[in-house]
């Protein structure tokens, strides 16, 4: 009998942990499978790469809710007056208050999901996978009913809004709390003692053999004939894409010949365009945009750089580190436990000077650079699959 798992997310938008997620299910035999991933809006550029065999289910009404949770409550309020629910925006603006003097928004999301009702199938696991978000998580342990249920960690606690009254009060009453790297666990268990005997360490997946099989392919299309850098990564402040334009004049000003290529897509776009016309780097900092593909364009690129001011466990990593490449990343979490540092590739702090020299370190010196690509090629590189395959049963 198919053991019956069921996902939720925030949507299949091109970021890492929806990756992670596909990359999970891929390895999830479906005879042995029957996989739901439940949605809170349709959207996202990985929609057309789940897979047909995997159900797709989409949480009616959150629309009307996900305002409620993303504005400012006293906006909330006054958008509810100024439509005439008068009645409905004293409640919220009750509820609202009694949820922060009592730190508790288990209050306001009990009182949001009242008309939406809970899950009729039961599934072998439930996992709240796009953690921590708290209503996923409170949705997960009260809507969805599972004999086995499990919240996923994939960022670092101290770096993002982390509800730690939520935790201690939700997340003792999952079974399982999987954190994807070392560093983000003890961070964690910093955090919220209590939850130390629930959490375990489960890495992200990624399959060598498929990295390489996406590999081949078209990537760069223009002429460019001098050192390429690649960043993969959504275009917000927390990877740091604006450090990469500061790092790269430098290195135009210092004479190098190279162009950086960004692929992603996200709210700082706009930011980071006017840095570049700043900088003068139109036509050496490249922003592509989203490809739900990256990888033709790792293999061809010289240099791969990560520049996060923080991550969970970086897929990308493990992805250029699949391919072979030269790599430059800042310390954050996980960093330490993918590389090594002046033997599998670089790891700077996160400032734009320290990331200038390394790089001009990698350029200059082609000694090292096949080094660490050598190195890269002898360690055991093939996937973190097979540190995790046998966790799989688990869920």
Known sequence: MKKRVIFMIINMN???????????????????????????????????????????????????IKD???????????????MGFILQGFRLLILFFLAKVFKKRSI???????????????????????????????????KINAKRKIQWIHFDVTKIGFNESFAKATYQRFDTLYVVSEEAKKKLINK???????????????????????????????????????????????????????????????????????????????????LIEQYNLRDSFILLGQRSNPYPYM????????????????????????????????NVNGANEQIIHGNTGLIVKIDDIEMTSALKKLIDNEKLRKKLIKNLYKESVHSTLNCNKHKLIEL
């Open 108 to 142: 306001l999301f009990k009182y949001l999901l009242k008309d939406i009702p809970d899950f009729k199938n039961e599934y072998d696991t439930a996992i709240a996978y796009a953690g921590p978000m708290d209503f996923i998580s409170y949705f997960v342990i009260h």
């Open 299 to 330: 293999e061809q690129c010289d240099i791969y750089v990560q520049p996060s001011r923080y991550e969970g466990y970086c897929i990308t990593l493990i992805e250029a580190r699949c391919l072979g490449k030269p790599i430059v990343t800042t």
């Open 192 to 274: 919220v003692p209590i939850l130390l005997d629930k959490t375990k360490v489960f890495l992200n997946i990624v399959s060598k053999n498929r990295v390489i099989k996406q590999s081949i392919g078209i990537g760069f299309n223009d002429t460019y004939n001098g050192i390429r850098i690649l960043t993969v990564g959504r275009l917000s402040i927390e990877k740091g894409q604006d450090l990469a334009i500061k790092v790269l004049a430098r290195l135009k000003k210092e004479g190098y010949k190279v162009r950086w290529y960004c692929i992603g897509e996200g709210k700082a776009r706009k930011q980071y365009e006017q």
């Open 14 to 64: 091109v970021g890492g942990t929806e990756r992670a997620l596909l990359n999970m299910i891929a390895e999830m035999p479906k005879e042995k499978y029957d996989v739901t991933i439940l949605m809170l809006e349709k959207y996202g550029g990985f929609l057309d790469s789940i897979p047909e065999w995997v159900h797709q289910k989409y949480l009616n009404g959150y629309n009307e």
């Open 68 to 82: 409620i949770l993303s504005t400012p409550p006293k906006e909330v309020v006054k958008k509810h007056v100024r």
